[in-house]
């Protein structure tokens, strides 16, 4: 139980395009889920944190025109990469968790990003 | 605020030697403390947690953590590595009172050698 799924594994894309990577819960319902970004070598950084059915909330630095967050339901968020640049190659990966206050994380595989 | 420190940035150790990875933690509240592993180009694998009860926690593979109040540690053990444990390890931490937002650590390298 408790799989995370991310789609795609990997993009490559032009410079200046929107770029959607998808974040499923396949087993268990997803109240929240974190979109977070990960350089090479380095730890996972947070981004945002995305409740279903309301807003986003941002992490202070990150962009929130830049990287759209949707939550339509309780399986899926979206997080679009808007006008890609190659400084926004990197690797993200989300994580779900249930309930309010769920005590664990499930992280999907990852996105690897790669704009030219 | 919360934070984590792995003041390891690899460790090396030899397969069937035992394995420990070091972790201490800094919360305002009771922490909930965690242990990832990643492997090449893949997402995070959860190993174990600490949430209440008893100090030394088991989890997944084999391995185990102890929490140490006094010593904000957390510190990852496995008896006997494999060379299949050779990963990146990750701790993390979350602070009842501020929510369900994890930090993590910036991540310790295992190398186990045959």
């Known amino acids: 139980g408790a799989v995370v799924s991310q789609h795609p594994s990997r993009v490559i894309c032009k410079s200046g395009t929107s770029v959607k990577i998808e974040c499923r819960s396949l087993?268990?319902?997803?109240?929240?889920m974190f979109w977070y970004r990960q350089f090479p070598k380095q730890s996972l950084m947070l981004m945002a944190t995305?409740?279903?059915?309301?807003?986003?909330?941002?992490e202070q630095g990150v962009e929130k025109d830049k990287f759209l967050i949707n939550h339509a339901s309780l399986t899926l968020s979206t997080l679009t990469v808007t006008s890609a640049h190659p400084e926004d190659s990197s690797f993200y990966i989300c994580?779900?968790?249930?309930?309010?206050?769920?005590?664990?994380?499930?992280f999907g595989p990852g996105t690897r990003l790669t704009v030219l | 605020a919360q934070s984590v420190a792995q003041p390891e940035d690899q460790v090396n150790v030899a397969e069937g030697n035992p394995l420990t990875v070091k972790c201490t933690y800094s919360?305002?509240?009771?922490?909930?403390l965690f242990w990832y592993v990643q492997y090449p180009n893949r997402g995070l694998q959860f190993l174990l947690k600490?949430?209440?009860?008893?100090?030394l926690v088991k989890g997944s593979y084999g391995f185990e953590a102890e929490f140490n109040k006094s010593q904000t540690s957390f510190h990852l053990k496995k008896p006997s590595a494999l060379v299949s444990d050779s990963a990146l390890y990750f701790c993390a931490v979350r602070d009842k009172a501020a929510g369900n937002k994890l930090t993590f650590g910036g991540g310790t390298r295992v190398l186990v050698k045959p």
């Open positions: 600490y949430i209440t009860g008893d100090n």
């Open positions: 087993d268990f319902q997803a109240t929240t």
């Open positions: 919360v305002s509240g009771n922490p909930y």
């Open positions: 995305s409740n279903e059915g309301s807003k986003a909330t941002y």
């Open positions: 994580s779900a968790g249930a309930g309010v206050n769920t005590d664990t994380q499930y």
